[in-house]
């Protein structure tokens, strides 16, 4: 009996088609002789709601719900998620252990040579809460204005003046053949990007081992080590969709750095702190440096933002 294609789960946006189709694409060049995998696009709540932040509307898990519960369900046999839209705590029965190679995990700002750059007073759209506390922590007098949709969408409302400038995740631009889009690189001194952003993971069902043994030579282990604990960083804050929170990490050789953040969404208050260990502790160093925030940023913080 011969086997039966891998169904993938996917969102239907260009960029999770693209992310999607390069998964396909490593399992046929990786698995010759089966049947190629088949894409299975998946309606969210989070595409279809487009007219205020998600974390009035739940989260960012508005984004893989129905396809976890397609997973949890047998209807699909893996998931592709943009990491960063994954939440801290997934469902019983599923888990994420295979990561592509991480793009570049960076921000770009879209509008201004730099964020000192822009004029005064100048409309940023964005709607990410990390985005802008972060731009309010450097300049208070920006102007902040909802901005949802694909990343066409939103060049496409730029160029039409609807804002004077606007962020994207540069690993977006890319994966959709839209380097030539990429502004003003904000290096992670300045600008932490989001948790795990930049890196694609693909979610199955916890004890489908003959799924996980198709996945594993396509799991990349300095990304595996750098979300690992940038998702324990997570964990440890306890953070909620309205916790503005970046977070990244950086291998040098077997030593692993995690500079991690918490600002109020109107950019007072940062708290940022990076700590260095080794990377077989990568887990144990996100603990600590969440931990380490949280004591910074005080029991008010997380009493205040529910």
């Not at 890319?174 to 952003?197: C, M, S, Y």
Request: with cysteine; charged share 25%; net charge negative.
């Amino acid at each position: 009996m011969s086997p039966q294609p891998l169904r993938i789960g996917t969102r239907g946006s260009p960029l999770a088609l693209a992310q999607s189709n390069q998964v396909r694409d490593l399992l046929i060049e990786t698995h010759a002789g089966r049947p190629d995998p088949e894409l299975c696009i998946i309606k969210t709540t989070g595409d279809q709601i487009t007219d205020r932040p998600l974390a009035d509307a739940g989260g960012k898990g508005l984004f893989t719900k129905e396809i976890e519960q397609a997973l949890l369900d047998g209807a699909i046999d893996i998931a592709v998620h943009s990491m960063k839209d994954v939440e801290t705590w997934l469902p019983d029965g599923l888990t994420v252990d295979c990561f592509l190679p991480r793009e570049d995990p960076r921000d770009t700002l879209l509008g201004a040579a730099s964020i000192e750059a822009l004029p005064a007073g100048a409309r940023v759209g964005t709607a990410s809460l990390r985005r802008s506390a972060q731009l309010l922590a450097i300049r208070p007098d920006l102007k902040i204005s909802l901005m949802r949709g694909n990343v066409g969408t939103r060049l496409d409302k730029l160029a039409a003046g609807e804002v004077d400038a606007t962020l994207l995740a540069v690993a977006g631009l890319k994966r959709l053949g839209r380097a030539d889009a990429i502004g003003a690189v904000l290096e992670p001194n300045e600008f932490l990007p989001a948790v795990a952003q930049g890196a694609i993971g693909i979610e199955r069902r916890t004890d489908d081992a003959q799924t996980a043994a198709l996945l594993a030579p396509l799991s990349d282990g300095p990304t595996t080590l750098c979300v690992t604990a940038e998702r324990a960083m997570l964990a440890a804050l306890d953070g909620t969709c309205r916790t503005p929170i970046g977070g990244l990490a950086t291998l040098d050789g077997d030593r692993i750095t995690l500079d991690g953040l918490l600002v109020w969404p109107d950019g007072s208050g940062l708290q940022r702190f990076g700590q260095t260990g080794d990377s077989g502790d990568a887990a144990a160093l996100g603990e600590q440096v969440g931990r380490e925030l949280r004591r910074r940023a005080g029991p008010k913080f997380f009493e205040e933002l529910v």
